[in-house]
């Protein structure tokens, strides 16, 4: 399941994401927030990680205005690999070598079409593990 998480700053793009996934019948789970309201980023972040770690096969998606404060929230829980990403070589990259399994989105510096594409490079890419297994066991 994909798991959507934002602030103020990142609500316009999670609404698009949202429509996006949608569009492909692909269901997502909002956390929120719900709408331009200005909200705590920790708040929104600590609810997606809850979700996010239901399951294994979870996937978060958190957005504020740079991606650093929710990258900042989620990673401070041991299980979660959150990473901001602003490419799709980064996003494919946080897959293979990081086993990401949150990406997170800077709400007010990426178009909607660039964070689409990162988000399918990023849903669509596998964990190498090998040597980057090793490396992760040593977080
Ligand atoms: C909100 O103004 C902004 O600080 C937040 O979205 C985020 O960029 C924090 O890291």
Known sequence: M???ACDHAGFALKEQI???????NITTIDVGTYSKDSVDYPDFAKKGVERVLESKQ???IFICGTGIGMSIVANRNPKIRAALCTTTTF??????????NVLVLPGRF????KAINIIKVFLTTDFEKGKYLA???KI
């Open 2 to 4: 994909i798991i959507l």
């Open 18 to 24: 949202k429509a996006f996934f949608n569009s492909e």
């Open 58 to 60: 979870n996937v978060g």
């Open 91 to 100: 996003a494919s990259l946080a897959r293979k070598h990081n086993d990401a």
């Open 110 to 113: 990426i178009s909607k079409v």
């Open 135 to 137: 490396r992760l066991k």
